[in-house]
């Protein structure tokens, strides 16, 4: 964004901000004209240009304060007339008062009645203007995840811009701060808009593949993040099955890729929709554990660690999952009702985990990351007993963030005793040649730099595999041109 547009941006928060000096009306038109902008470019705005309304503020007591006015204002007339038929018991004596005193009490009084209409009249105002203002948001919330609902044929004004949907994030945003002073009878709306969204065109009767095709992983993670987050402040009033969530969930773990989708959604995800929740399923449970575990061996160091740290909590709050950590083939003496473990089995419940075994610990036990490494050994040190419960209080989100890429440079530690015979001697050419009798076998390796290298070699490997086909290819090419020309000498000589 220009600095024109933060200028812009950065006056409409002042103004929302301050909205006591102004009373309210400012702010009304400001969001309304806003409202009007997105429309009128098809939510294909800045994302900043929707931000702005997260500094927007909402009495959510304006009614109690309404009532409470009422009340005072009844109360005081109700002391009025009593004070009226005292003032006609009054003695004699007391009738002798000056007309002065008796103007300036009746002054008082109507000044108090003033005062008490005025501020009734500033709060039914006040609540009018904060309603507009709360509709007109929310009218544009709800036509981003309509936007993003559209066919990618649709979704764009320009082939360019079709299937982009910047406003969606903030959108999300935004539904999570004000989701209580949402109405009830449109909550059931906004559930299946993030379902549908969650889902990104992969419905099983195939009719709208190409509905929101273009949502990349983590935006159709924060939809399922947005649901659970809306489900649990509105706990009262809402019913929900979230199990649509769960299956999202269960696929996007598979989907995810280290350095093309966020991290840090990701690990919120888990934490939310995992740590954070109620008891789970036994089966659905064991799958996330055996996929969670699975995830771990192709991610990340930091997407590793938030995996293995919410697939240790499941462990230790579903005691029977622990059975998954035998080495007897089933997955132990639990095997549920599905007798076979179904990797590539979209629904958590129908995929059978608890026919499996963690394997994969075994090999995560040997990561070059220490962190990762020593957490899988403790995992597989746990017990089946049920006395072995103690929750950690390390959050995904706390393990991606001490363990994110960006900020980790770590250290392989290189063993003398345990290379080989080449090794050997470079490593006693190292040391004859070094200043000190003692030299640090600790090298400081860049990630970074090893992904480019490892890229690097699988590009050259994918450039050899494509000559070769190329060479296979125009060999057959050259055999038929050749096979051609035998052809046309055979009939040349044929019709002489």
């Not at 002073?181 to 190409?210: E, P, T, V």
């Amino acid at each position: 964004m220009t600095y024109r547009g933060k200028l812009c941006c950065a006056t409409v928060k002042s103004l929302f901000t301050n909205e006591g000096k102004h009373g309210g009306e400012a702010t009304v038109e400001a969001v309304q004209m806003i409202a009007d902008l997105v429309k009128t470019h098809d939510c294909q705005l800045h994302p900043d240009s929707i931000e702005v309304f997260m500094s927007l503020t909402f009495d959510e007591d304006l009614g109690k304060h309404e009532s409470q006015d009422a009340n005072n204002k009844f109360k005081s007339k109700n002391a009025k007339r009593k004070n009226l038929k005292e003032q006609k018991e009054l003695a004699a004596n007391e009738r002798k008062r000056t007309r002065k005193e008796m103007m300036s009490k009746t002054r008082e009084e109507v000044t108090a009645e003033l005062k008490a209409a005025s501020l009734a009249t500033d709060v039914t105002g006040r609540r009018r203007m904060q309603t507009d203002v709360l509709s007109a948001v929310f009218e544009t919330y709800f036509r981003v995840l309509k936007h993003a609902l559209k066919p990618r044929s649709e979704a764009g004004s320009s082939p360019e811009l079709a299937g982009s949907h910047p406003l969606l994030t903030p959108c999300l945003h935004g539904i999570v701060k004000f989701c209580q002073l949402i109405d009830l009878d449109f909550m059931s709306d906004l559930m299946n808009y993030l379902r549908k969204l969650a889902r990104s065109g992969n419905d099983s009767d195939g009719s709208s593949k190409d509905v929101s095709a273009c949502l990349t992983v983590s935006e159709r993670l924060q939809c399922c993040i947005v649901a659970f987050r809306v489900m649990r402040n509105n706990l009262d009033a809402l019913n929900v099955d979230l199990q649509d969530f769960f299956i999202q969930l269960y696929n996007l773990i598979i989907e995810y890729r280290p350095g093309r989708d966020n991290g840090e959604i990701l690990a919120e995800a888990l934490k939310i929709m995992l740590c954070d929740d109620r008891q789970h399923d036994m089966q659905r449970a064991a799958a996330f554990i055996k996929r969670l575990a699975t995830f771990s061996l192709y991610s990340g160091s930091a997407e590793a660690m938030a995996a293995l740290v919410t697939l240790k909590h499941l462990l230790q709050k579903n005691v029977k999952c622990r059975n998954l950590l035998e080495n007897d083939a089933g997955g132990g003496s639990v095997s549920g009702a599905i007798a076979k473990y179904l990797p590539y089995a979209t629904d958590p419940n129908l995929s059978g985990a608890l026919a499996s075994v963690l394997w994969e610990l075994n090999l995560l036990s040997k990561h070059y990351h220490s962190a990762v490494s020593t957490l899988a050994s403790n995992i597989s040190m746990l017990s089946t007993s049920d006395n072995q419960i103690h929750l950690s209080n390390k959050s995904p989100q706390q393990a991606f963030k001490e363990l994110s890429l960006e900020q980790e440079s770590f250290s392989v530690k290189v063993d003398p005793k345990n290379s080989n015979a080449k090794r050997k001697k470079g490593n006693a050419s190292l040391k004859n040649n070094s200043m000190g009798p003692d030299l640090d076998l600790t090298v400081q390796v860049d990630e970074n730099v090893v992904k480019k290298k490892l890229s690097e070699h699988y590009s050259l490997l994918h450039d050899i595999a494509e000559n070769e086909r190329l060479r296979r290819e125009l060999t057959e090419t050259t055999l038929s041109l050749n096979l051609y020309e035998q052809y046309k000498k055979q009939k040349k000589r044929r019709t002489k």
